[in-house]
């Protein structure tokens, strides 16, 4: 998930075919509601996002994400 598209061309960079039908991108701002129903990730991995966080916005992220 990222609000840019500059995800990686895994056809191309990838000779494991499995992998480009286990990994898919989304573009989404995490800072609106996100595109999944609820419950429906087991585990969230959030990395190098501090600087798009409004510190108003940390609660929200932390709600959306739980």
């Known amino acids: 998930?990222?609000?840019?598209?500059?995800h990686l061309d895994l056809a191309r960079l990838?000779?494991?075919?499995?992998?480009l039908k286990r990994i898919s991108w989304v573009q989404a701002n995490f800072l609106e509601d996100l595109p999944f129903p609820n419950e429906s990730f087991d585990f969230v991995h959030v990395k190098c996002i501090a600087r798009g966080v409004?510190?108003?916005?940390?609660?929200?992220?932390f709600e959306e994400i739980s």
């Open 54 to 61: 409004p510190e108003n916005m940390w609660d929200d992220l």
């Open 1 to 6: 998930l990222d609000i840019m598209s500059l």
């Open 14 to 19: 990838s000779r494991d075919k499995d992998l």
